[in-house]
């Protein structure tokens, strides 16, 4: 059992979700008020993706995450800042030649995935910690071993905590793999990611399994999406883990009642205290991840 709980908000992702819910934030002011509200409402680390205002997809333009960024640290709010590194490693490959990219392929190498977080200087950017079959169709996440140890050293080199996400038991072999070779600074952070499909289910006995493969210094989290977000969260609780919650995962608040990111924070909270734990504050977390702010 875990007393005191990191909650974290994953605000807007990237995923297609502008259409299923008024709710999305999409611009970065939109973007930047949710983190903020999301760290009144309790949570003490906002994961943070940009989106294109103009088409609400998902974007990697610096010029979008410095003007978030820019407006949460110009905020009264204290909130630890977690970028997403996970921008750029979508192929889908050509019907006419699968060896050449098709529409949707955004390919970019480690260092230019990290740009932003580069010039940023976030106390925290997540790192997917392996390749992914990413739906039905013929969408492949990609996130080599040569490019997550470039990621992971140069994340190192500049004080950033990577948030190692896996989505899968391949991926945190991988994870632990980067921490033999003195790659990833103590304590590592994990979040384990369910329900993403074609990557681990987001049921109990799965957290479980991943969860009881962690290293023992770690610092870990879980998250399920949609209508697993609350019951992954009380169970990572009851298992000694943070919770993650926020419009990237589930944009319901209950059956058919679109939710805020406050909103879901608040419902986790909610979880948690009648748990006998608590929510911590931004500098307890801090602490706790070993940030550089600490």
Known sequence: MNYEVIVSCAVTGAGDTVDKSPLIPVTPEEVANAAIEAAKAGAAIAHIHVRDPE???????????????????????????????????????????PSMPGPGTDMIGPLERLAHVKELLPEICSLD????????????????????????????????????????????????????????????????????????????????????????????????????????????????????????????LERGVHATNAQLVEKVIGIIDRMGARAVTPAEARKKLGLRNA
Not at 152 to 179: D, S, Y
């Open 55 to 97: 088409t609400g997809k998902g974007s990697r333009d610096p010029e979008l995450f410095k003007e978030v960024v820019d407006r949460i640290r110009s905020s009264d709010t204290d909130v630890v800042i977690n970028l997403t590194s996970g921008m750029g490693g979508d192929w889908t490959p050509s019907d006419e030649n």
């Open 129 to 252: 910690c392996g390749t992914l079959n990413f739906g039905n169709g013929n969408d492949i996440y990609i996130a080599t071993p040569p490019y997550l140890r470039k990621m992971a050293e140069l994340t190192k080199e500049w004080g950033v905590k990577p948030e190692l996400e896996v989505f899968e038991l391949g991926h945190l072999r991988f994870a632990k793999q980067m921490i033999i070779e003195g790659l990833i600074d103590e304590p590592p952070m994990f979040q384990i990611c369910l329900g993403i499909p074609w990557g681990a289910d987001h049921s109990v006995d799965t957290l479980k399994v991943m969860k009881d493969e962690l290293p023992g210094e770690a610092v870990w989290g879980g998250f399920g999406i949609s209508r697993m977000q609350m019951p992954i969260a009380a169970a990572t609780v009851a298992m000694g883990g943070n919770v993650r919650v926020g419009l990237e995962d589930n944009i319901y």
